[in-house]
């Protein structure tokens, strides 16, 4: 199985082997779902087999082969796995078991709306549109939309134009008033979304093969260092070790 990763609006996807995580956390919901064997450690208590943990909720993961979803609780997806959740940090999820063929063909154009498809379906909820969101203020649905075109080849929006006070004027708000409500309709404060999101700029770069120090730059970060601190914090890994997850085939 090729380790690869697919990053897109509110979804990053990991299919690989040999995944091994020290405790961190993140704003995204996780879905784990393993060929074989891993260890998944919540607080004081472990999981084994197809998991969801909430946003949020630091955890440590030991995967030999499998497949891992974040999702963005402000998605349309989030909200479904919120709702499974129900104010839980970890629940299992009644997957049938991922063979490591079935793995291997999750990248391929159109595998995630499938699956998410039969995540739903087992979970016995409705599946929502993909780039959906579930944020009600159309200013801030228009802000995550401008945020989205960095999935779009030279349509980034560049980190100097994510400052606080740019997005606010960009949707006519004083910057008191966009944080409050960014705050109220996304659950989360600006900068740790903002942060969330520079981790996925450098992740595309990565995958692409840029070295660490370019993917820190065109992310925002002041120097490989500090996403590789950052990096370590929010996914257990260092830029090293995920570096060598993405060159292995």
């Known amino acids: 199985m090729t380790n690869q990763v697919r990053v897109m609006p509110g979804v990053l996807l990991f299919v690989g082997r040999a995944l091994e995580a020290e405790e961190h956390a993140h704003v995204a919901a996780q879905?784990?779902?393993p060929c074989g064997d891993n260890e998944l450690l919540v607080g004081n208590q472990r999981w084994r087999g197809p998991a969801l943990v909430a946003g949020g909720v630091p955890h440590r993961l030991a995967m030999s082969e499998g497949l891992l979803l974040l999702i963005e609780p402000q998605?349309?997806?989030?909200e479904v796995l919120g709702?499974?959740?129900d104010g839980e940090d970890c629940v299992t999820l009644p997957l049938?078991?991922?063979?490591?063929?079935?793995a291997g063909t999750a990248l391929a154009d159109g595998w995630l709306v499938p699956a998410m498809a039969l995540l739903c379906s087992r979970l016995g909820l409705p599946l929502p549109g993909p780039a959906m969101t579930a944020v009600g203020d159309g200013r801030i649905r228009r802000l995550l939309q401008a945020m989205d075109e960095c999935f779009e080849v030279d349509r980034c929006l560049k980190p100097q134009g994510w400052r606080a006070a740019d997005a606010a004027r960009s949707i006519a708000l004083s910057e008191s008033r966009f944080l409050?409500?960014?705050r109220?309709?996304?659950g989360m404060a600006w900068r740790p979304y903002l942060l969330w999101r520079r981790l996925l700029c450098a992740v595309t770069a990565m995958a692409e093969?840029?070295?660490a120090t370019e993917a820190a730059h065109l992310a925002g970060f002041s120097d490989s260092a500090h996403l590789s601190r950052t990096f370590r914090r929010c996914f257990g890994l260092s830029i090293r070790q995920a570096s060598r997850l993405l060159s292995r085939s």
Request: proline residues 8%; charged residues 15%.
């Open 31 to 33: 879905v784990v779902w």
């Open 75 to 78: 998605s349309c997806w989030g």
């Open 83 to 85: 709702r499974r959740l």
């Open 96 to 102: 049938p078991e991922l063979t490591p063929s079935a």
């Open 180 to 182: 409050h409500l960014f």
């Open 184 to 186: 109220d309709q996304m």
């Open 209 to 211: 093969g840029q070295a």
